[in-house]
């Protein structure tokens, strides 16, 4: 290689020689933060263990055998402290006791728990949430309904069950409208929330928002209705049944009906021409029936398709009236080949279950 050469191969070979020391440097660097993250993320699981082996004991004791005098809680046990307060209250159902009650004043709790809101980490933040919800304290309300719409489901559902449980009277009509907006929210979670707080609180509001849905809103609404307060959408149901509403919205009512007096909408539905009407109106048949609506029920083992006939003998099985042996004494008259094997079908899974 000539001089000439040289000179010009000369940078790029001290620039190649400074990358791969910048590469290096790069990679100790990124291997020594992540050592030193596993260190911090380890001390901090020992000292959250520690924090919550200290005082669950204090929290689940019962009142005479509580310490006079309660530890201080400094700001790093908090977050152990924190699990264990709501792992007490979850096992309590949502309830306090007023032992719990006086441990938390004592230690300052409702204020280290509002700078627990103001965390980096999401997961300290639901958890002051959840553990705001178990103080009670009315004063929490509106730091809490700050929460009721935050973009995460799961904080937004921590806040409405707080909330719930804080003042229930003035949580009622904040939830219902976001009940209805928010389609992300899971349906079993809010009927849990609505439950445990007794029901009757949103009964009102949500009755009359399930009557004014539409579409999809309306099929959510009247399921959760119907789980949280069955007499208030009875009316509803019944009415939705009568009139000429849309097969989602017939198919909706007939899974959660639960009245037995309105079975007179529900028996016409019985010849639909859509199928699946048919076979979910044969099951709830089966579920709600009285005398008299087996002769109905015994005319749909021969239905064209399997799973209405399938429903039909399931109902009938259900029956209290009818049953294993009077099942079989029914599959004898039946001179149609598909009645008699839907029902020999039926009492082969009945079996197979009972031997399991």
Known sequence: MDLHSFDRAAPI???????GVAVFAMTVLMLTATLIMRRVALRR???YVAAVALWKPALVA???ATPAAIPHLTDRDLPGFVRAWNDVHESLRGGTTGNLAKIAREIGLEEQLYRSLRSVTFHDRVMAV????????????????????DKSPIMSLCAARALLQVDPVRAGPLLVPRIVERSDWSQGSIAAILQESGGDIVSGPLTEATVRAKGEVAYRLIRLLAGVSPASAAPIIRDWLRSPADDHLVSTCLQVMSNQADLDCVRPLLAHPRWHIRMLAATTLGQLGVPGDEQQLIGMLSDNQWWVRYRAARGLLKLRFVGRERLRQIQRTQSD??????ITHVLAELALGEAS
Request: no cysteine.
């Open 62 to 64: 019962e009142p005479a």
């Open 45 to 47: 699981e020992r000292i």
């Open 337 to 342: 080949p598909y009645a008699r094997d839907i």
């Open 130 to 149: 959840i553990a705001l919800g178990h103080v009670r304290s009315p004063a929490s309300f509106s730091h809490v309904a700050q929460y009721l719409d």
């Open 13 to 19: 070979v001290e620039f190649a020689f400074w990358l």
